[in-house]
């Protein structure tokens, strides 16, 4: 099968570039500003001034988590159109694709319904959890081969610059440090899930709650242990992975202003990175 000319592979990135962002920003947009409104509709100061905060702790983690997802999601598609030489399908989505968004927007729909309910609300936020990562390694697998061609095209012209690019983005979209942070997000959502339906835990729990006389009673005590707990993972994914996206933006940047002015050689003797 002859190979694409360099014309055609810089249309079909663009064109899957396009249709990414297209669909993310559309997608990700509406749900932000749909969850947005939904939960600050009828959300008055008086939950704050009395310390009873659960209910603006839980809904203010979820929109912080829906607007870094939309904000991420964006940045990310992004630089992959600028670090690969051309995108599998000329550019066109794979139907799974579709598939995956379809089923993320559908739970995110349902976490949006369930908000308030400790039970549905862990089952939608284990759901929405496991679809998250399914569609990483989906796009992992998508990509996979045109990171590799997109490596060797770089090795023969010498263009070290755009090796060393690509490797950053992939090493974001790939790299081990998901797998950490997956493990992180993981142990919390199991926490939070044995706190949803193992009764003598959740009890165990909001009893120490109780215990340190703050003023809440037991009902208001479960609420608000399960509102920490949903904030902690909100954090603990988001700040890990834009921590992550940061060091990525300003290495890119950085490459990009060197890029302008010198020529990266190979050091001799030193194997390239393989990416």
């Excluded at 988590?65 to 599998?88: H, K, N």
């Excluded at 009902?219 to 700040?239: D, I, N």
Aim: glycine content about 6%.
């Amino acid at each position: 099968m002859p190979r694409p000319s360099l014309l055609d592979a810089s249309r079909y990135r663009t064109i899957f570039a396009r249709n990414t962002r297209k669909v993310v920003v559309y997608i990700t947009t509406g749900l932000a500003l749909g969850f947005t409104a939904l939960q600050v509709r009828d959300v008055t100061v008086v939950p704050v001034i009395t310390g009873t905060a659960s209910e603006v702790i839980w809904r203010g983690a979820l929109i912080a988590y829906f607007w870094c997802w939309r904000f991420g999601c964006i940045r990310d598609t992004d630089i992959q159109e600028l670090a690969y030489v051309s995108m599998p399908n000329k550019g066109q989505w794979p139907f799974r694709s579709y598939g995956i968004v379809g089923l993320l927007i559908a739970v995110a729909v349902v976490l949006v319904a369930t908000q308030g309910s400790v039970f549905w609300f862990s089952i939608a936020l284990t759901s929405f959890f496991i679809l998250d990562h399914l569609g990483w390694r989906h796009l992992v697998a998508v990509l996979a081969d045109e990171g590799e061609k997109s490596g060797t095209a770089f090795r023969e012209k010498r263009e070290y610059f755009a090796l060393e690019k690509l490797r950053l983005v992939r090493q974001q979209i790939q790299g081990n440090w998901k797998w950490w942070r997956l493990g992180a997000g993981a142990m919390i959502v199991v926490i939070i899930d044995a706190f949803a339906f193992v009764p003598a835990f959740r009890s165990l729990v909001t009893a120490q709650v109780v215990a340190q006389k703050i003023g809440l009673p037991p009902g208001e005590a479960e609420t608000f242990v399960y509102s920490v707990l949903v904030l902690s993972f909100v954090v603990v994914m988001e700040v890990w992975h834009y921590w992550i996206r940061l060091k990525t933006w300003i290495s890119l940047d950085c490459l990009d202003e060197l890029g302008e002015s010198y020529i990266l050689r190979r050091k001799p003797g030193t194997a390239l990175h393989e990416v």
